[in-house]
Antibody, heavy 119, light 110 residues
């Protein structure tokens, strides 16, 4: 079965960077989009970026220049790095695998990684 | 890219039907048949309920259905059950090949 297992909770100071990982199993890692979505405490979902099967990337305008998504196909793991952290970047960050074919939804989700930004 | 517009809350009694709307623009919902819906319980990851406007993934109850008219998509839930009480989010593909979510709707089963 498809599984996305994310790295653990992070606590960072303002101005620091964080890199969250998402290890995939149960499917062909290189055949699907991987998305990153975040959710601030008590708030809604916010789409951040995707990396596609060709390792192309696309970012929400808000995150361009300070978020980078990458992947290592040798270990079926995707990464999301967020730089110059601010307190309002405190959120749960999810990876989410796309659907098969051309459908652009999010079929499988990781368990989420809580990133807390605090001095 | 602005968030899609959803009502903050809806409610219904067990057995009733409810509908949640999701309004976008001609750059997203209005042009593409790529609206999806997610159910989220507190502290849990979202779950895909509907994709491509009206398709249900395997395992999702047929009490859930989706539709679209113009710039507005809708999620309908029939025969409300206590377990349907959750937050629901819509999402759409956009003209920039990005994705955008709605603000979320809290469903209360009375």
């Amino acid at each position: 079965q498809v599984q996305l297992v994310q790295s653990g909770t992070e606590v960072k100071e303002p101005g620091a960077s964080v890199k969250v990982s998402c290890k995939a199993s149960g499917y062909s890692f290189t055949d699907y989009y991987m998305h990153w979505v975040r959710q601030a405490p008590g708030q809604g979902l916010e789409w951040m970026a995707w990396i596609n099967p060709d390792s192309g990337t696309n970012y929400a305008q808000k995150f361009q220049g300070w978020v980078t998504v990458t992947r290592d196909t040798s270990i079926s793991t995707a990464y999301m790095e967020l730089r110059r952290l601010k307190s309002d970047d405190t959120a749960v960050y999810y990876c989410a695998r796309g659907l098969a074919g051309s459908s652009p939804g999010f079929e499988h989700w990781g368990q989420g990684t809580l990133v807390t930004v605090s001095s | 890219q602005s968030a899609l517009t959803q009502p903050a809350s809806v409610s219904g009694s067990p057995g009733q039907s409810i509908t949640i709307s999701c309004t976008g623009t001609s750059s997203d919902v209005g042009t593409y048949n790529y609206v999806s819906w997610y159910q989220q319980y507190p502290g849990k990851a979202p779950k895909l309920m509907i994709y491509d406007v009206s398709n249900r993934p395997s395992g999702v109850s047929n009490r859930f259905s989706g539709s679209k008219s113009g710039n507005t998509a809708s999620l309908a839930i029939s025969g409300l059950q206590a377990e349907d009480e959750a937050d629901y989010y819509c999402s759409s593909y956009t003209s920039s090949s990005t994705r955008v979510f709605g603000g979320g709707t809290k469903l209360t089963v009375l």
